[in-house]
C-alpha cells in the first residue's frame, strides 16, 4: 500500500483526583467542547464526551500520529488548566493520574455513543467504581484494585 489508512476509535475514561465532585453540571457542556477541541488539535477527533461530576468518557478516534498516552496526557493537561482558570475556576482542580482506554468496533460505535450521551441516567443506578469494573471483565483486562482508585 503507498498509504497509510487508520482507524483506530478508542472509548477513554478518566476520573477527577480522587473522584471529587468538581465537574458541575453547569460547567460540563463547556469542559467536554474545550476537551473536543483538543483532541482535535492532535488529530484525533472526538465523536462524543460525555460524563457527570467526578469522571468523563470520550469516544474518539486516535490519529495516527500521536500514541494514545500523549493524546491523554494533553486532553488532562489543557482541560485542567482550563477549569482552574477560565472555567469554574476550581483552583484545587486536578485529574487522576491514570486512565482506562477501550478498543471500540465501528460495528458498536452508536452503542458507545448512546453509553456516554447516558452518563447521568447510568449513574443513578451504578457507582463509577462499579461501571469501571464491568468495563475491565466486558474487555478483559486484569486489574489490581489497589492501584486502580487513587
Not at 44 to 71: M, R, Y
Not at 123 to 134: G, I, N, P, V, Y
Amino acid at each position: 500500500m503507498s498509504q497509510s489508512l487508520v482507524k483506530n476509535l478508542v472509548h477513554l475514561v478518566y476520573s477527577t483526583k480522587h473522584r471529587e465532585p468538581w465537574i458541575p453540571k453547569e460547567h460540563r457542556d463547556a469542559l467536554f467542547a474545550y476537551q473536543a477541541g483538543i483532541f482535535k488539535e492532535w488529530e484525533s477527533p472526538a465523536l462524543v464526551i460525555g460524563g457527570v461530576e467526578d469522571h468523563v468518557h470520550a469516544l474518539f478516534c486516535l490519529s495516527k500520529n500521536h500514541p494514545l498516552k500523549k493524546i491523554v496526557e494533553e486532553v488532562k493537561k489543557g482541560s485542567s488548566k482550563w477549569m482552574k482558570s477560565d472555567g469554574p475556576c476550581i483552583a484545587q482542580f486536578s485529574w487522576q493520574a491514570g486512565y482506562a482506554g477501550f478498543s471500540v468496533s465501528q460495528s458498536i460505535v452508536d452503542a458507545v455513543q448512546r453509553y456516554i450521551e447516558g452518563q447521568e441516567g447510568h449513574h443513578q443506578k451504578m457507582s463509577f467504581q462499579d461501571e469501571l469494573r464491568a468495563l475491565f471483565k466486558r474487555h478483559e483486562i486484569e486489574f489490581d484494585e489497589r492501584y486502580v482508585w487513587d
